[in-house]
């Protein structure tokens, strides 16, 4: 069974930084791809950013060059390094497992993945 659990989330002002981590297990690196998402109250979820175990990632327009996602192998752990946090970026966060074929050109739909977290809430202050 794959679980996968997400932490550092809290409150942090605007410019700030954070970094969440999903520790996943139950599943391999080899097969999967894993996925950050975002839910703010009142909207959609939306994708944030992917990534292989080969190293290829994608990111959302609204991330790209503030958030940067990597990944420990032996951990089995993905991490999202968040900086220059803007109030727009407060949302739950949710980590989620895709098959690594589904990884082609841009991170896959959110309906592709199959195993999620919990979430970690992410709050930014103006």
């Known amino acids: 069974e794959v679980q996968l659990v997400e932490s550092g989330g809290g409150l942090v002002q605007a410019g700030g930084s954070l970094r969440l981590s999903c520790a996943a297990s139950?599943?391999?690196?080899?097969?999967?791809?894993i996925g950050w998402f975002r839910q703010a109250p009142g909207k959609e979820r939306e994708g944030v950013s992917c990534?292989?175990?080969?190293?290829?990632?994608y990111y959302a327009d609204s991330v790209k060059g503030r958030f940067t996602i990597s990944s420990d192998i032996a951990k089995n752990t993905v991490y999202l390094q968040m900086n220059s946090l803007k109030p727009e970026d407060t949302a739950v966060y949710y980590c989620?497992?895709?098959?690594?074929?589904?990884?082609?050109?841009?991170?896959?739909?959110?309906?592709?993945?199959?195993?999620w977290g919990q979430g970690t809430q992410v709050t930014v202050s103006s």
């Open positions: 989620a497992t895709v098959r690594a074929f589904f990884m082609v050109g841009r991170c896959p739909a959110s309906n592709l993945f199959r195993s």
């Open positions: 139950g599943f391999t690196f080899d097969d999967y791809a």
């Open positions: 990534i292989r175990r080969n190293g290829i990632t």
